[in-house]
């Protein structure tokens, strides 16, 4: 039975798409619709999408295509959204609305706009110049442990290979005001950790009001706000929260934050900094604006004043260009840091993007399958090395949830963003310190 005026919403892609989830639940319940979870009982069908990679666009076409047309269904796509996904959808007679990542608080309208104009398609792919959806945040994830808090959206970086600045727009950062208001709202219904998101979380940059730097803001210039002062300012107001952040680009990563992590006990010791390629060849093809270099004075400076910080990457194989001796120099960089963890791509050509319309596609797919799985067998190795030095140590872990092979075991994450599987005798939201005795090259296990 279809449930009039309620919704279900499917979320594909990264951290950034399910805190828009988040938001969009927000504004549809805001405006009097339900939010239900079984797709076949929900007149608003919602598809919060990513794109970033050609390998997704196969599986939302196929979605699209098992859906059963059901008249008085509304069918939307949000989310990141191709250049060529937008000619799919557009040409879809199923799809009814579709709008970019600015426009969610006009959601609620636009379907009233589409019942009104008897199922005519809306499309409207506008970005917005100051929306970062201040003050929407009282929906959260149901286990009340952990939640996303977007404070940057969009990227101006414009790496070549990159699709983010056409479908999320342009990098803005939001208001602290905001930013802290939903931390105490958070920290008040008794979550445990927050993790800050954004395409680029360490280019934050707000120019605050008077009576922003009158009350929080102690530095020399005092009405800018930088990341490491956003970071330091939450950390020292909410020392219990646990703090992770999320996703770093090394060009913008200054010492000023790495002494603000070890600072601060309630950071967390895990930085995701994608390196992409260890080529300078390849780095500059890409618009990457460090070199190998310099990327590895930055992990060493990690290092020196955080020893115990666990570091993960991207990277791209087999990008335009690419020979087997650049390749060998990624292989090299992952040998020499011995990564923690690593998220390695092969490259797929994105319309619109520099790299597709400069560059030639010209290593082969199996000469990319081949340099992803010497560089995922060398991460392997890595990472179990890295695992290792944890046996026989005490680790601090909020538990999250069960695992998801048993429920006779939980799981939870360390500092360093590992996880660790304990004996089902804790509860779901706790906070403990647990004696790890083995591992595998991707959990610790600990006794109870």
């Given amino acids: ?33 339900k939010y239900i979870k079984n797709i076949n009982n929900s007149n608003i069908i ?10 997704i666009d196969v599986k939302i076409k196929n979605i699209i295509k098992n859906i059963k047309y059901i008249k008085n269904r509304i069918i939307c ?14 040409n879809n007679e199923k799809i009814n609305i579709i709008i970019s990542p600015d426009l969610y608080r006009k959601l609620p309208f636009l379907i009233k706009q589409f019942i009104y104009f008897k199922n005519k398609k809306i499309i409207n792919f506008n970005f917005l110049k100051n929306e970062t959806y201040d003050n929407i945040y009282k ?17 101006d970086n414009m790496c070549t290979f990159c699709i983010v ?15 802290l208001k939903e931390c105490k709202y958070l920290y008040d219904n008794n979550y445990k950790e ?50 992770r952040f999320i996703t770093s680009n090394p060009q913008d990563f200054s010492i000023k ?27 500059k093809l890409m618009n990457r604006k460090y070199t190998k270099k310099k990327y590895i004075k930055l992990i060493k400076n990690i290092k020196k004043e955080i020893p115990d910080c666990a570091i993960s990457y991207d990277v791209i194989v087999g990008f335009p260009n690419e020979t087997y001796k650049d390749h060998l120099k990624t292989i090299n960089l992952i040998k020499k840091i011995k990564f923690h963890y690593g998220y390695t791509f092969i490259y797929s050509e994105r319309l619109t993007t520099y790299a597709q319309k400069k560059y030639i596609d010209n290593v082969s797919l199996i000469e990319k ?20 030095k944890y046996i026989n140590t005490f680790q601090r872990i909020l538990i999250e949830g069960f695992s998801k092979k048993s429920k006779k075991y939980l799981y939870g994450r360390n500092s360093q963003n590992i996880i660790v599987i304990v004996k089902n005798i804790y509860k779901i939201g706790e906070l403990i310190k647990v004696y790890i005795y083995g591992c595998t090259s991707t959990v610790l296990f600990a006794l109870k």
């Avoid at 929906?139 to 990227?155: D, E, L």
């Avoid at 600045?165 to 930013?179: A, C, D, L």
């Fill in 1 to 33: 039975m279809i449930i009039k005026n309620s919704f279900y919403i499917k979320t594909y892609g990264c951290q950034m798409n399910f805190s828009d989830t988040e938001i969009v639940i927000n504004i549809l319940k805001k405006n009097k619709y």
């Fill in 139 to 155: 929906y959260k994830r149901i286990n009340k442990i952990s939640a996303y808090i977007t404070i940057t959206r969009g990227c």
């Fill in 46 to 55: 919602i598809f919060n999408i990513c794109t970033i990679r050609s390998k």
């Fill in 77 to 90: 796509i949000i989310g990141c959204i191709s250049f060529e996904m937008k000619n799919f959808f557009i």
């Fill in 194 to 243: 927050i993790i800050l998101l954004g395409q680029n979380v360490d280019s934050y940059f707000w120019y605050g009001k008077k009576d922003y730097k009158k009350n929080y803001f102690l530095y020399k210039k005092n009405n800018i706000i930088k990341f490491y002062n956003l970071l330091e300012i939450i950390a020292k107001k909410f020392p219990k929260l646990r703090i």
């Fill in 369 to 388: 399958n081949k340099r992803l799985n010497e560089i995922i067998f060398l991460q392997k190795k890595n990472s179990l090395y890295n695992m290792k």
């Fill in 257 to 283: 934050i790495i002494k603000i992590i070890k600072k601060y006990k309630n950071i967390c010791r895990y930085l995701h900094l994608p390196f992409q390629s260890g080529s300078n060849k390849i780095l």
């Fill in 165 to 179: 600045p056409f479908t999320k727009g342009r990098e803005k950062s939001r208001n602290p005001k905001s930013i």
